[in-house]
């Protein structure tokens, strides 16, 4: 390795260093390639670490064997391709963070006849647009709260009607599609429902008198929806004294730590008031670095798509990369982004209490299973706290339907949203498992990887996934968890059967009463449930397809011959004549479009 570091090209470019697995420890960047990975190392008399590095890096070039780089155009590009591999590959050393998405906005438009109140995610196009956000939480809230109190146009088609339809008979709008509603007149609602945006607590005032109407008049369901819809609407609200005597807008971005995690802030100021505020935990490990948790930040906030609000960013701390993240910002805004770190004046003041704020958070009890994922990865010798967990599982009946699921673990709870399903075509165990985790694996430029995997399986499928990883670079834990046999045999219905764990460290078989045992089968558990449910979906919509085309005609062994073709009946309901008239003939292939004329592309 020596050798191919003194013959590094002085140009911009990522490095990857690798270790003895050829799975990616750390992807940085450099403006200059050579100079940046020389400063890692002595070169003479023998390559060892600098000693001035800290004991993160130092860890790090302990277990790199391999290095490999790849030379781009400039600095801008290296700093757009060292994210997304990050987000792909989910390196040892690098901190990924996985709050990305875009936040929603409001907008309104102005110069329409009569302005309504919108949800968007990017930039809409016209000259009289205000936008309001972003919101971490409660837009959609804010949204549907504005329509329930203000007798606005309830619906883009509204006005189109022509005539008055049921939300003016429920007093929910003024009806201008049929009756000649001034524009002076409609205007003062839409600039309430702004007002109620800048000031939330007013909004919230609101809602809490309706909520106590509701309960006056016994209607107790109605009034539970509101409360909750007012909880979440209060979560996007920070209380501030500050006042900063100007309508100003900024980005605020700061990072506390205690003894065993960050939490990351994100505060957002709009014509000189709080507008909203977000926050995410991050476990500290050995990989953790200030430096690179302030770029993950900005960069997995501002993505790669111009924001409808652009506004001045203030960091709390200074951090290595800044120039970058800055050449990157002024690029996607197309012109100059501002980002700095204030050290006295009002914006001190919003820095001061975006930290604070953050302490506080720190100081809230942490889930109450984490000494449990503590647990967890000392006794599976995982890399990293697995505080996102992905779990996978199939289901078949005598080889039809075959199926997948994935659950997800995050933060103390199951994510629903995150659950995904699979129909698969493969019809043994291996097959399924190994289609499913390819797949997955595909899907990480878009989700990213988790904290560690398990699968509902033996060793023999743990294997299978490390092996996919590995041969993409990819650095996850994984362990599996199955039922020891009996007689030869490993079924559910066993009953003496005891759960066996696979991991690299070992083969484990803890005591029933086990928590960490007890956990993991909880998250089997979930992921067969899924699975077999999904299944059973499935394997009705097959009987029903199935004997829809055996009423044309089509024998089971046709049947099974165009599902191992196409996979699905959808499949072959979209599939062209030609296909279909090679597989099972001329007359079987017409039948199929009997059976299915709107869908067949003939």
């Known amino acids: 390795m020596i050798e191919q570091i003194r013959s590094l090209p002085h140009q911009a470019g990522i490095y990857q260093y690798l270790d003895e697995k050829g ?8 403006k200059n390639l050579s100079k940046r990975v020389k400063s890692y190392f002595n070169l003479t008399p023998i390559l060892t670490p600098k000693s001035a590095l800290s004991l993160r890096i130092k860890k790090m070039l302990s277990e790199t064997v391999r290095l490999h780089y790849i030379i781009v155009e400039n600095e801008h590009d290296a700093l757009i391709l060292e994210n997304s591999l990050i987000k792909q590959l989910k390196p040892k050393y690098n901190i990924l963070l996985r709050d990305d998405k875009t936040y929603p906005y409001l907008y309104v438009d102005m110069e329409e006849p009569y302005p309504r109140f919108e949800l968007t995610r990017k ?13 971490s939480v409660g837009a959609r809230d804010i949204l549907d709260s504005l329509y329930e109190l203000l007798k606005l146009v309830q619906k883009k088609g509204c006005l189109k009607g022509k005539k008055a339809c049921l939300f003016y008979q429920m007093e929910q709008c003024l009806a201008p599609c049929e009756f000649p509603i001034s524009r002076e007149t409609y205007l003062p609602m839409v600039m309430q429902g702004i007002e109620w945006i800048q000031n939330k607590r007013r909004l919230i005032k609101q809602l809490e008198e309706k909520m106590e109407f509701y309960s006056e008049s016994l209607r107790f369901e109605e009034a539970l929806t509101l409360r909750d819809r007012i909880e979440r609407i209060r979560k996007s609200e ?14 605020v971005f700061a990072i506390a730590t205690n003894e065993t995690r960050a939490c990351i802030l994100r505060l957002f100021i709009r014509e000189g008031k709080v507008a909203s505020t977000s926050h995410d935990f991050l476990p500290l490990s050995l990989s953790f670095s200030l430096d690179e948790a302030y770029e993950r930040t900005l960069m997995g906030f501002y993505g790669n798509e111009k924001p409808p609000i652009i506004a001045p960013i203030l960091s709390a701390h200074s951090f290595e990369s800044s120039d970058w993240v800055c050449e990157h910002l002024s690029e996607l805004f197309g012109k100059k982004a501002k980002l700095e770190v204030p050290q006295r004046g009002a914006k001190k003041e919003l820095i001061d209490l975006a930290l604070a704020n953050a302490y506080e958070l720190l100081r809230t009890p942490q889930p109450s299973n984490d000494p449990l994922l503590h647990s967890l990865q000392e006794l599976f010798l995982l890399d990293t706290l697995p505080a996102r967990i992905e779990v996978f599982d199939n289901s078949h009946f005598g080889g039809t339907a075959p199926v997948g699921a994935m659950i997800v673990y995050d933060d103390g709870r199951f994510d629903k949203k995150g659950y995904r399903t699979f129909h698969l075509h493969t019809h043994d165990e291996y097959g399924q498992m190994d289609e499913m985790l390819r797949r997955r694996i595909d899907g990480f430029s878009d989700n990213p990887p988790p904290d560690l995997w398990v699968l509902d ?136 479009q009997n059976c299915y004329p709107d869908e067949i592309s003939k």
Do not use: C, W
């Not at 930039?123 to 919101?135: A, C, D, E, M, S």
């Not at 005597?245 to 900024?250: G, L």
């Open 23 to 30: 799975r990616i420890l750390y992807i940085g960047k450099a």
């Open 123 to 135: 930039i809409v196009r016209g000259k009289g647009i205000r936008y309001f956000g972003p919101f």
């Open 238 to 251: 920070l209380t501030s004294q500050i006042d900063l005597a100007s309508a100003e807008n900024y980005d």
């Open 457 to 592: 399986g033996g060793e023999t499928l743990r294997t299978l996934a490390v092996d996919l990883l590995n041969s993409h670079g990819i650095h996850l834990d994984v362990i599996a968890i199955s039922k020891e046999k009996i007689d030869a045999k490993a079924h559910r219905a066993k009953g003496s059967a005891r759960d066996i764990l696979h991991s690299t460290a070992d083969t484990l078989r803890l005591e029933s009463s086990d928590k960490r045992l007890q956990f993991v089968q909880m998250l089997r558990d979930e992921a067969h449930r899924s699975a077999i449910s999904f299944h059973k979906k499935s394997k009705l919509k097959l009987d029903q397809h199935s004997k829809l085309l055996s009423i044309h005609g089509i024998s089971q062994a046709k049947i099974h011959k165009l599902i191992e073709y196409f996979g699905t009946f959808e499949a072959i309901a979209k599939s062209d004549f030609e296909t279909l008239r090679e597989l099972i003939g001329a007359k079987d292939a017409k039948n199929i």
